[in-house]
């Protein structure tokens, strides 16, 4: 099956701009999701396909996708963003359509 | 504003049959264009699609969870439900159900802890 690869962990200054990449094969092909899940909560979507925003999330939440990796860019960071976030993508070609990254600890420092 | 709620039983004893109900409000569950998923969370650990219905009745399970899982749809209750059968501690998590529309999901639950323990 399809296999997403993020890294463990992301840490960034108040104000700066964090990145968070998602790895896999031909992602560029594919459309990207991003989900951002804080503590004790339930994921909530920030990014769909690629780099649109659903209604109520920040500008400052976007998204680019190219080749072999995605990239979920969180600009001007507040203390509100640290959280887990996750890529997500449907692999039209395996029996396990839904596909969801390692995900990534965002600490705001 | 749609709103998905999870509940049933937090906990099940290994080789028993977890049960959990979805129940839909602020939206119907036939609304064409959207199926219906159940996404869980083992703690500590990150997110596993287990499986999806649609309105029709027709489904879709991860094939690692296929021989135990069923979702079934109440269309005069607006739910839908997750059976997984022969639990062990490994189904231990976070039992979330979501909308699905275009490929992501846009609407989730607060999420159900369901611990497997005797």
């Known amino acids: 099956s399809y296999v997403l690869t993020q890294p463990p962990s992301v840490s960034v200054a108040p104000g700066q701009t964090a990145r968070i990449t998602c790895g896999g094969n031909?992602?560029?092909?594919?459309?990207v999701h991003w989900y951002q899940q804080k503590p004790g909560q339930a994921p909530v979507l920030v990014v769909y396909d690629d780099s649109d925003r659903p209604s109520g999330i920040p500008e400052r939440f976007s998204g680019s996708n190219s080749g072999n990796t995605a990239t979920l860019t969180i600009s001007r960071v507040e203390a509100g963003d640290e959280a887990d976030y996750y890529c997500q993508v449907w692999d039209s070609s395996s029996d396990h359509p839904y596909v969801f990254g390692t995900g990534t600890k965002v600490t705001v420092l | 504003q749609l709103q998905l709620q999870e509940s049933g039983s937090g906990l099940v004893k290994p080789s028993q049959t977890l049960s959990l109900t979805c129940a839909v409000s602020?939206?119907?569950?036939?609304?064409?264009?959207?199926?219906w998923s159940w996404i869980r969370q083992p703690p500590g650990k990150g997110l596993e699609w287990i499986g999806y219905i649609y309105h029709s009745g027709s489904t879709y399970y991860n094939p690692s969870l296929k021989s135990r899982v069923t979702i079934s749809v109440d269309r005069s209750k607006n739910q839908f439900s997750l059976k997984l059968s022969s639990v062990t501690a490994a189904d231990t998590a976070v039992y979330y159900c979501?909308?699905?529309?275009?490929?992501?999901?846009?609407?989730w639950g607060q999420g159900t802890l369901v611990t497997v323990s005797s």
């Open positions: 602020g939206g119907s569950i036939s609304s064409g264009g959207y199926s």
């Open positions: 031909n992602i560029g092909s594919k459309s």
């Open positions: 979501a909308r699905e529309v275009e490929n992501y999901f846009d609407y």
